[in-house]
């Protein structure tokens, strides 16, 4: 295992931390065993401009932080947020800019490195749904975050990001569920964030 993944860890969950996996089972993300992640609060202590308010469940692939690995960087995360808070395109955008932006500035202060934040682009554009089944009245988006991995490389990187957002028909949340990875969406680590994927959507489904 990587040793780098525990302290990536702490620090990408540093604070705004939920305890328990309880809450993470009752939003049922369900993810292979050496999928580690965590659950936290919205909006998390390093984007506090973020105006979600709500749960984040992320689910990180084996290589996360191994540069070398075919899954590097790639992981699935859920936003649960209030219903009164909308999902359009242009607030998704903002939404997930301001916390890759925060992000990307807290740790590389930690490990001294300079980096203008404003520099980095996010923009979406709705898509065609790559689900076979998924929540009735959900869109699809998808857009390209380019910016500076802060965790291992500390380079450019461009982050590949696959979002489908919808409201629950019975609890009546707001849920954003999002695939990331830098490998092209023709690489297996998409398959298998899809499978978690269509997992969740199928607890959701199966909900009384």
């Not at 999902?87 to 997930?96: D, S």
């Not at 489908?164 to 949340?173: C, G, L, N, T, V």
């Amino acid at each position: 295992m990587n040793k780098f993944l525990p302290a990536c860890l702490i620090v990408f969950f540093s604070v705004g931390l939920l305890k328990g996996e309880d809450r993470a089972d009752a939003l049922q993300i369900k993810a292979p065993a050496m999928w580690r992640g965590e659950t936290i609060s919205l909006p998390p202590s390093f984007a506090p401009d973020m105006k979600f308010k709500g749960t984040e469940v992320v689910r990180f692939a084996p290589g996360m932080f191994d540069a070398k690995s075919d899954s590097f960087f790639s992981y699935v995360l859920v936003f649960q947020v209030d219903p009164k808070q909308k999902l359009t395109k242009e607030v998704l955008q903002r939404e997930f800019l301001v916390y890759y932006r925060g992000l990307a500035a807290g740790v590389l202060k930690n490990q001294k490195v300079k980096v203008d934040p404003k520099s980095f682009t996010l923009k979406f554009k709705e898509a065609k749904a790559t689900a076979a089944a998924r929540p009735k009245g959900a869109k699809t988006y998808t857009g390209d975050l380019k910016w500076l991995e802060p965790f291992v490389t500390r380079k450019p990187q461009t982050l590949h990001l696959e979002i489908e957002a919808w409201q629950d028909a019975s609890s009546k949340h707001n849920y954003v569920f999002v695939c990331a990875s830098p490998k092209k969406t023709t690489e297996a680590i998409w398959k298998e964030m899809h499978g978690i994927r269509k997992s969740f959507y199928q607890s959701r489904i199966d909900e009384p």
